[in-house]
């Protein structure tokens, strides 16, 4: 299922970050990242999948007060999507969040990722709203 790890942001494994979250979750939608936008990142938690030096996939956990952490930017390498490595960054995210004293993991999960988020125990929360120009919710679990 790969190796899992924090990255240390501005690393050759976040350049690599970048690249797999820009194809799978920015280019389908015509949009790319800003410098402004990428600097922003550089206190979060980075976690990145990776098997012999290839990432696999990757997400983000951006804390927002003292007892809630959020999972941004989950992207899996879009062969693999379906097989399991998502789930298992997920599972490694909530223990760096669980670990780092964070009681809630929320996230705004794109409508057609909400049941792979449901399968793992998270609950919607509200209506739904538009994103990067698509559907999402707010999705959480308690720690």
Request: proline share 3%; with cysteine; net charge negative.
């Amino acid at each position: 299922m790969g190796t899992l790890r924090i990255i240390e942001y501005g690393s050759c494994d976040y350049q690599e970050m970048v690249q797999l979250r820009d194809s799978i979750l920015r280019q389908p939608l015509g949009l790319t990242f800003s410098p402004e936008y990428l600097r922003q990142e550089i206190n979060d938690i980075l976690i990145g999948c990776f098997d012999e030096g290839r990432m696999l996939g990757c997400c983000i956990l951006t804390p927002l007060n003292e007892t809630t952490v959020q999972l941004r930017q989950m992207a899996v390498d879009g062969n693999l999507q379906g097989k399991g490595t998502g789930s298992s960054i997920l599972a490694f995210a909530e223990e760096q969040a669980r670990s780092n004293g964070f009681s809630e993991l929320m996230m705004h999960a794109r409508k057609v990722a909400v049941p792979f988020y449901s399968r793992n125990g998270y609950e919607v929360r509200g209506d739904e709203f538009e994103e990067v120009g698509i559907a999402h919710y707010e999705m959480f679990k308690r720690l």
